[in-house]
């Protein structure tokens, strides 16, 4: 059974440091990876996207890691902002359907001043 | 509009009552998908259209949930003899194709609560 494991369930940092998210799944065949920013009340916002030749992509103050291999990903979130206060759900997809993917239950993150 | 659309925001019903969530998605986008989520987890997929027809519902818990998506567009999850344990946001999401790398587009989301 294809699975996406998420930890920490939760996390409460100070404002201005880094913190890194972690991923692990058990989907195959692997198609891609994606890391999703979910505000409270609010609809999944999509923050990077990985195939399996990609390493690292980033998207501002947030950077992917990807280990095909030992099925890993990472989130590392720099210099953090309140603003970045959220749950945070890793996506695999194994087949050609982007929508039918396996979803993460998600970190939630606070950022605290 | 610009986005994904989702109404109403907020349903209240009591069990066994009949329920429809609409979706309206970005212009153009020819594929939509239903997911369900429940506190605290991932969104659960449901149900996915291509164009018209629903090209993979193998995620609807039972025969109470149906959606349909008559005109390609708009989109309307029902739910017959709700029960408390449907409680959950509805997300919907709409993706340009239906490929491996296309992006979704999501909802806000209907959170519906069976009294």
């Known amino acids: 059974k294809n699975q996406v494991e998420q930890s920490p369930q939760s996390l409460i940092i100070l404002e201005g440091k880094n913190c890194t998210l972690q991923?692990?799944?058990?989907?195959?065949?692997?198609?891609?990876l994606r890391w999703y920013k979910q505000d409270t009340g609010r609809g999944p916002v999509s923050l990077t996207i990985m195939t399996f030749s990609e390493n690292t992509k980033s998207n501002g103050r947030y950077t992917a890691t990807l280990d095909a291999d030992t099925k890993q990903s990472s989130l590392h979130i720099t210099a953090s902002q309140l603003s970045d206060s959220a749950s945070y759900i890793c996506?695999?997809?194994?087949?050609?359907?982007?929508?039918?993917?396996?979803f993460g239950d998600g970190t939630t993150l606070t950022v605290k001043p | 509009g610009a986005g994904v659309s989702q109404t109403p925001s907020n349903k209240v019903t009591e069990k066994g009552k009949y329920v429809e969530l609409r979706c309206d998605p970005i212009?153009?986008?020819?594929?939509l998908y239903w997911y369900r989520q429940s506190l605290g987890q991932g969104p659960e997929f449901l149900i996915y259209f291509q164009g018209t027809g629903a090209a993979d519902d193998s995620g609807l818990p039972n025969d109470r949930f149906f959606a349909v998506r008559p005109e390609g567009s708009v989109s309307t999850l029902k739910i017959q003899r709700t029960e408390r344990g449907d409680s959950a946001v509805y997300l919907c999401a709409s993706s340009l194709s239906s490929g491996r790398t296309g992006e979704l587009f999501f909802g806000e989301g209907s959170r519906l609560t069976v009294l």
């Open positions: 996506v695999v997809s194994a087949g050609t359907n982007a929508g039918k993917s396996t």
């Open positions: 212009s153009g986008h020819t594929a």
């Open positions: 991923c692990n799944y058990t989907v195959s065949p692997f198609s891609n």
